[in-house]
């Protein structure tokens, strides 16, 4: 495995302005991922608070930290000073927490909502009904330091591209939907995160804005980490 090789088969990508490459670096040692920014990525992901804050104190500070995996409400303190975006938004309380911390340490913190599109009953997400409950929420216009930028989702994990094609087509046109219907001051429909190594030609022809990619940069992590 070559990190220099793989991350030039993402080159096309790298030079699209309308698309960010998040290379998931998770499970992987600070090292590799000073490889991969030595290459020019400058944008990681990780699902878990600890390793993602430790890595942030190893690595370069001009890194976009993008936390994409469940983010629980008494971790958020320790990447509000920092995070980028946080993708995995999926309950009112989590959003909550975030303003709050968002609020203490003064910023306004990038948000996804993270919408469950798979079949599969073990992914996160909310329904599109929890969805339109938060959006409609009057609360959320008094949080003022959170931004909701888009949506993210997960496809379900299958070798069947058609079903992958309707699961991304359906979350694109959630984000059509509300970015017509919501002109709310903190909500601005950006950034559709969707697409991952086994996925991502396909969330890029239905309207991926950002693609999660570990395996194909990275290789291949151990089975029980991940
Ligand atoms: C691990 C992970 C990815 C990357 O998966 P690969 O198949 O290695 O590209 C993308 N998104 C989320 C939410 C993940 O947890």
Same mark, same amino acid.
Not at 209 to 217: D, E, K, N, P, Q
């Given at each position: 495995?070559?990190?220099?090789?793989?991350?030039?088969?993402?080159?096309?990508?790298?030079?699209?302005?309308?698309?960010?490459?998040?290379?998931?670096?998770?499970?992987?040692?600070?090292?590799?991922?000073?490889?991969?920014?030595?290459?020019?990525?400058?944008?990681? $992901?990780?699902?878990?608070?600890?390793?993602?804050?430790?890595?942030?104190?190893?690595?370069?500070?001009?890194? =976009?930290?993008?936390? /994409?995996?469940?983010?629980?409400?008494?971790?958020?303190?320790?990447?509000?000073?920092?995070?980028?975006?946080?993708?995995?938004?999926? &309950?009112?309380?989590?959003?909550?927490?975030?303003?709050?911390?968002?609020?203490?340490?003064?910023?306004?913190?990038?948000?996804?909502?993270?919408?469950?599109?798979?079949?599969?009953?073990?992914?996160?997400?909310?329904?599109?009904?929890?969805?339109?409950?938060?959006?409609?929420?009057?609360?959320?216009?008094?949080?003022?330091?959170?931004?909701?930028?888009? %949506?993210?989702?997960?496809?379900?994990?299958?070798?069947?591209?058609?079903?992958?094609?309707?699961?991304?087509?359906?979350?694109?046109? %959630?984000?059509?939907?509300?970015?017509?219907?919501?002109? %709310?001051?903190? /909500?601005?429909?950006?950034?559709?995160?969707?697409?991952?190594?086994?996925?991502?030609?396909?969330? %890029?022809?239905?309207? &991926?804005?950002?693609?999660?990619? $570990? &395996?194909? /940069?990275?290789?291949?992590? =151990?089975?029980?980490?991940?």
């Amino acid at each position: 495995m070559n990190i220099q090789e793989n991350i030039q088969r993402f080159k096309n990508i790298l030079n699209n302005e309308n698309v960010t490459l998040i290379a998931v670096s998770k499970t992987h040692p600070a090292e590799l991922v000073l490889e991969a920014y030595s290459e020019g990525l400058k944008n990681f $992901g990780e699902n878990k608070v600890q390793e993602m804050v430790d890595k942030f104190e190893q690595l370069p500070k001009d890194i =976009n930290w993008h936390m /994409i995996g469940h983010l629980q409400r008494n971790k958020v303190k320790y990447i509000a000073s920092f995070v980028h975006l946080i993708h995995s938004v999926d &309950s009112e309380r989590l959003l909550q927490e975030i303003d709050k911390q968002g609020q203490k340490v003064g910023r306004v913190i990038n948000c996804l909502l993270q919408v469950h599109i798979a079949r599969e009953e073990t992914k996160f997400g909310l329904s599109e009904e929890e969805l339109f409950s938060l959006l409609n929420n009057p609360e959320l216009q008094q949080l003022k330091h959170v931004h909701i930028n888009g %949506l993210m989702g997960m496809a379900t994990n299958t070798a069947d591209g058609e079903l992958i094609r309707q699961e991304f087509r359906y979350l694109k046109n %959630l984000f059509d939907q509300i970015r017509l219907d919501y002109p %709310l001051d903190n /909500i601005s429909m950006n950034e559709l995160s969707m697409g991952m190594s086994s996925d991502y030609t396909i969330a %890029l022809e239905e309207g &991926s804005t950002m693609v999660r990619v $570990g &395996s194909a /940069i990275f290789g291949n992590r =151990n089975y029980s980490d991940q």
